[in-house]
């Protein structure tokens, strides 16, 4: 059965975005565009990504890429997206993107249909993920700490999740960052 896991950097101080959505940050950070070793084997093991609209924006706009389609199977491959949005989003020519609005739990069978055995990617943002955790179907939360701080910004997740409900199973070093994952559970304690 397909895990949903919230994979995502942070600052230091808590933000996946500043104020205006960029990830520009992240990207000023050695290693921020995640092409380390482990993050190929954890992206092998995914059937389905699942963004917000700002999220898919921006990358979008920033990579240009509805000029030029070509660039997204380098960065995700040919897997299914899922993109919830209240708003019209651009389009990239070729790819798999499918759009969404309203509750997680009402496209959660067609997601877990398409990532078959594989898991779901919650790229970002904050506020998705916190919807997945709601609906009790975050299974885990990798975060990618980086030495930076923002002044403010996009919460990493506008949640509260207390420690009956994350279990810290991983501490590793990936080159400047700090990764720490997270097992969530279920509210009811499963």
Known sequence: MARVIFYTATTLNGFLADDQDSLEWLFAVPGGEGGDADFQS???GIGVLVQGSSTYRWVVEHEDLVAHPEK???????????????????????????????D?????????EAAGDRDVWVVGGGDLAGQFADAGLLDEIRVSVAPATLPSGRPLLPRALGADRLELTAVRQAGAFAELTYRVTRADGE
């Open 104 to 112: 997680v739990q009402d496209a959660w069978p067609a997601i877990q």
């Open 42 to 44: 954890f992206l092998a």
């Open 72 to 102: 997204w199977p380098s960065y995700y491959g040919d897997r299914p997206t899922w993109v919830f949005t209240s708003r019209d989003q651009p389009v990239v020519p070729g790819v798999d993107i499918r759009f969404a609005a309203g």
